[in-house]
């Protein structure tokens, strides 16, 4: 056991399973020599060298092309996309090629790749590279997708990404690189589609993803403090699969449901969450299924003003506090 | 038209090729020439479902790369992309079950014509947006030189392909990591009705392209199937070498339209009629009077494909549709669709 | 008053706007002297002249940029993208550039232009050309989204798009271009962001979008004569901005919700309008909210295989008796 | 280093700038210099929030490029932004008080230092994504040819821009429409921390591609503003000439990190010690004294400076920070952010 922050994990995870396999390979932009703009390949270059550790130009589009076409024959690449929103000038191949490629062929020709995300805001970078982005994936059949919340997540997540015979969208969470956890020694491998009740209760739900379990971890304390709300909070982990069984048996014993999403409101995977529990358990429900979201506007960059944008703990414990307090009304 | 080579590089040195391949080429070019008229006559008779993208003038090029080719070679392909599927060996019943979207298809109906696919033959997929497939070559052949492995990736795309950011990013990508693949561009002339000289600032959209790369400039006839296969073998050679991949621009034409959709009204008058003087079977019967092979030869190849042409036929208009069982299969690797539990 | 068919909306709709204002701009691939590819600019060419409706190379990318630049600096471009999912290879226009252009620049610029698609499935184009990606734009703060459902629509729409001083995304379904319908004689503007109740129910409310409107009024009228159930039946029209009033008034009235969606399923828009149902309105709900979607996998393109993917009259029909039945009982 | 020019275009004759030019040049330089050296002291104060990119070592371009633009020519900027916004004019503090993400920034703080905008003055935009505001560029040049304007627009970018496919699109794009906008390529040897020469299949990343979109080779010593000046002005003139677009390889370095986050350690011990040799200001001040320019003219530049970035300095200090009621505010035309009613 030993503390690691989220950053070491995620060079952690990737040297276990380097480590494990020679076919896994590592590119990406400035991700060798410089051990990447995240600073989480940090010493990987070192390790295994140039030909596993590959820096690109800055070319996204041959990077994932180049990483699909290693994956459908053989190798089993890990590819870095830096800020998560780059995914747009390569989208093609996340939405069209990679998980298309499967169905298309009759099972002829798989992807199994791992592309790496520095996914969310709250590092004053404004628009264009603060974005929380896991929904454009989510959207697309074929994909699986993940969202770590702590350094041994993020281990145990990487090796079952890695490990996955399909490709998986693995999404770190920029602002939390440098957050720190606790991490037992040796091998750590972990199950993809599977969440997490991070803290049980038996008022209300509060599923969040990343960052947010974070921020709603934190205001499950204050609502049982100051409101005597008793909140159960589950870190979804893995959008897709997604672990209904989960979140169902959680909503089914509380009767309540929150999201906390970091993306923009519109068709984020919260809202894919209340569509299935408005319809499997919506005789279960003791109250409307309330999303707290960013609001529906690009991110400012100013502190301030981003501060206001992205759920806070305060507005967590407003909003739930203020609905469950309106239903038993 | 000739071919503009780079001495250093030894493309396409005009060497015969010898009496076997010379017949393998004309065997690839019919069998191409008839199953893809047979395409045609499908769809007139509305047994091909969705688009279809035809070949026929191209067939030289689809023949020359193939015949270079080995086994473990692999090939990216466009949604014109049946004649560089049965170039390979894939028969003729795969391809046109999967045209009619039937059980019998090489994707069983789910990819559809524009897909064809054989991991078997390695013909390792056909894309239908354009540009993708350059870069996944480039995939390709990065395992290869990864693993020590001599085979060769070739990736076929269009003249209109070259304008399109994909492109630019596989180019200097495999040349930077010297990747043993080889980009074909078929310079049909033609987008999908826009004359490709009236959007592109260069007149070879490819082969203009190349020192931008670092690359020799080359520029064949694509009608003429030796040319081809010359220039395929010296440019599989140097990339087994460990010499790094090669840009090709070939000239051809398409007789027909780009799609089922497409009459091809946008054609000056004559030009069609110019490049049917220029067919690439027609040059090839020509090679083959030069070169002896005896009339016998040549009949044997003809008939032979119009049965095989027959047989694919009739197999596929016996086959049943797609199988139902089918829809949600193969989404994911452990052959379901499940995205929860 | 005239039948048209929804093509020859498209070229209406969008000369009506050229003649208006000459700053009005077509471009995108083969739309010119070809007509373009599904033949809905058909004559253009020929009315406007070269400058004003050019074709392009084979450079997505290239294309929104160009009209985004135009618009930003006074013309208001139409760019057609051919089939919706090529939104792809030009991701980071659709989703970083245009729709921030506004809000980062603190109001200095926008981009006041008109992005066409071909979208949807039906026609057997497999899984490359065949997707509904309204829901790629609809996750994206600062686009407007249209997808009309009928001539009329199309026409109107085309014109609120082109006067609209914000981006608008303009869905034009590929299997109705040959589909017809009256059309009024004149100038027609309609407006973005209005729904419309096209068949009134009292016993629940369907929702539907473009190609699934049609199917929709078809299990309407199934569920009227053979299950007794009088749907009532709202074509969003326009996802962004969206006519929750409509929505919310038509789930009040009726107690139950369906959407009918031809996207697969995850994050789909019939998921937000669920998510807004479940909070706002929960407790005018009789039952269960349930959504009819394409599955969540990519399409395939045997005829056969697309039809059983695609909501059908037969599955609506099927659903909607059996929800509504089980929430009597 | 000297101009790779094409003749028959002209570009960057040798002929001298005149006085005025000269003390222009001068002014923009060192202000841009105390600017950027001033933003880098309010990073250490961690007044500076988020990430940040300065030009110190590139100012020669940014004055060169456009001391040669009127007031109605277009301007489009990378994330490394500040020196080319702060040259069209916009005052210090409106830059400064956005990277310090203020409410008196150039866009209140809502869109930070990487996007730094002054539709005013007809920069229109920083774009932090490579590649696409090339594209945007050729847009607002194709609206100049529509409409019949004579501005020109003006896109820079890095050495590593290159490499993606955008830059491809956007170069033939501009070449078959005649647009009037010049690329200017800022070669700085870097991406990021990777060297450009390590990722790029050609010498000189944009120089070595003009071929490619028939566009003539041009090389220059961006370091010395007389000569990025000359260039500019030669290229301004072909566009609004109507004869299309240039494409501008200037040599440079950067005297900093790639950003705020970066010590810069991946370079070559020398490197930047021997690039400190061919700083602009220095070469400037060079030039300067060849022409005879008075010590006291320069005094007055280099004393007005200090004082600008003083005065703007303590303007940011005072400024609030950025206005809570902007943050659901410009998402539409509107001014607001409704989506739904
Ligand atoms: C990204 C993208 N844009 C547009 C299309 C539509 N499209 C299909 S084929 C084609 C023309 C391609 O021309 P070329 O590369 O010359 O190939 P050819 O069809 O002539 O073989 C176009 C524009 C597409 N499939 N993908
Ligand atoms: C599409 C995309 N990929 C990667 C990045 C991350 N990134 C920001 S700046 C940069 C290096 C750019 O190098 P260059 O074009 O030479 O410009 P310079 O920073 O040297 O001025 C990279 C890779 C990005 N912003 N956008
Ligand atoms: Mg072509
Ligand atoms: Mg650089």
Redesign the pocket.
């Known amino acids: 056991m030993a503390e690691l922050s989220y950053r070491d994990a995620v060079i952690r995870g990737i040297s276990q399973e380097m480590r494990r396999d020679k076919d896994v390979v590592l590119i990406g932009e400035d991700i060798g020599k410089a051990g990447g703009v995240f600073k989480a390949t940090v010493g990987l270059y070192e390790e295994f060298g140039p030909l596993r550790v590959r820096d690109t130009p800055i070319s996204e589009q041959a990077i994932l092309g180049a990483a699909m076409g290693a994956a459908m024959t053989g190798l089993k690449p890990i590819a870095e996309l830096m800020f998560a929103e780059f995914a747009a000038v390569c989208f093609?191949f996340i939405a069209n090629e990679i998980p298309k490629q499967r169905y298309m062929t009759n099972g002829q020709l798989g992807c199994p790749l791992v592309i790496r995300f520095g996914n969310g805001g709250g590092v004053r970078f404004g628009a264009q590279h603060s974005q929380s982005i896991e929904n454009w994936c989510m959207m697309i059949p074929g994909l699986k997708i993940v969202a770590p919340s702590s350094p041994v997540d993020i281990i145990g997540l990487m090796a079952a990404a890695v490990r996955s015979p399909d490709p998986v969208m693995f999404f770190e969470h920029k602002a939390l690189y440098a957050t720190k956890g606790e991490v037992p020694d040796g091998e750590i491998v972990d199950v993809l589609g599977k969440a997490k009740i991070v803290r049980p209760g038996k008022d209300c739900t509060i599923v969040a993803l990343a960052m947010m379990v974070h921020r709603a971890l934190g205001a499950a304390d204050i609502l049982a403090r100051d409101h005597g709300i008793d909140a159960e909070v589950v870190d979804v982990r893995s959008l897709v699969p997604l672990d209904t069984q989960c979140i169902l048996g959680s909503v089914v014993k509380t009767g309540r449901l929150f999201t906390v999403e970091e993306n923009p409101r519109l068709c984020g995977w919260g809202a894919e969450i209340v569509s299935i529990v408005a319809d499997e358990v919506f005789w279960d429900l003791d109250g409307p299924i309330v999303r707290i979201t960013t609001p529906h506007i690009p991110l400012p960059a100013a502190d301030n003003l981003e501060d206001m944008a992205l759920p806070s703990v305060a507005r967590i414990v407003e909003r739930v506090s203020k609905v469950m307090n309106g239903s038993r009304a | 038209m000739t071919a503009d080579t780079t001495a250093s590089r030894g493309f396409a040195a005009n060497d015969d090729i010898g009496q076997a391949a010379r017949l393998e080429l004309y065997r690839l070019q019919v069998e191409i020439r008839d199953c893809e008229k047979r395409a045609y006559d499908l769809f007139l008779q509305n047994l091909v479902k969705g688009t279809s993208?035809l070949?026929l003038g191209?067939e030289a090029i689809a023949a020359g790369f193939a015949a270079a080719m080995g086994p473990s070679d692999k090939s990216f392909c466009?949604?014109?992309g049946h004649a560089h599927t049965l170039a390979r060996g894939v028969p003729m019943e795969k391809v046109l079950g999967e045209l009619m979207l039937r059980d019998n298809g090489l994707m069983r109906g789910k990819g559809g014509s524009m897909h064809l696919t054989s991991a078997e033959h390695n013909v390792l997929g056909s894309y239908?947006?354009?540009?993708?497939h350059l870069c996944i070559a480039c995939g390709s052949a990065w395992r290869a030189q990864y693993q020590g492995a001599t085979d060769v990736t070739v990736c076929f795309?269009?003249?209109?392909?070259?304008n399109?950011g994909a492109f630019h990013e596989a180019l200097n990508f495999a040349v930077i990591w010297k990747l043993p693949v080889v980009f074909v561009?078929?310079?049909?002339?033609?987008?999908?009705y826009?004359p490709?000289s009236e959007v592109t600032a260069v007149p070879h959209p490819a082969a203009d392209r190349s020192s931008a790369y670092g690359l020799p400039r080359i520029l064949i006839d694509g009608n003429d199937a030796d040319e081809v296969l010359r220039t395929a073998r010296t440019a599989y050679s140097l990339a087994r070498a460990g010499g790094g991949p090669s840009l090709i621009e070939c000239l051809t034409y398409?007789h027909s339209g780009?799609?089922r959709a497409d009459p091809g009204k946008y054609r000056p008058p004559g030009e069609l009629e110019k490049w049917l003087e220029r067919d690439p079977l027609k040059i090839y019967r020509a090679r083959m009077a030069e070169f002896g092979v005896s009339p016998d030869a040549i009949a044997a190849i003809e008939v032979e494909s119009k049965r095989k042409v027959e047989e694919a036929t009739s197999l596929c208009k016996a086959a049943p549709p797609a199988s139902e069982s089918l829809l949600t299969s193969d989404v994911y690797a452990d052959g379901g669709w499940a995205w929860r539990n």
Chains 1, 3 share one sequence.
């Open positions: 093609d | 993208h070949s191209q466009t949604y014109r239908a947006i354009i540009g993708a795309f269009g003249d209109g392909t070259t399109i561009c078929e310079n049909n002339l033609y987008m999908e826009t490709i398409r780009h799609s």
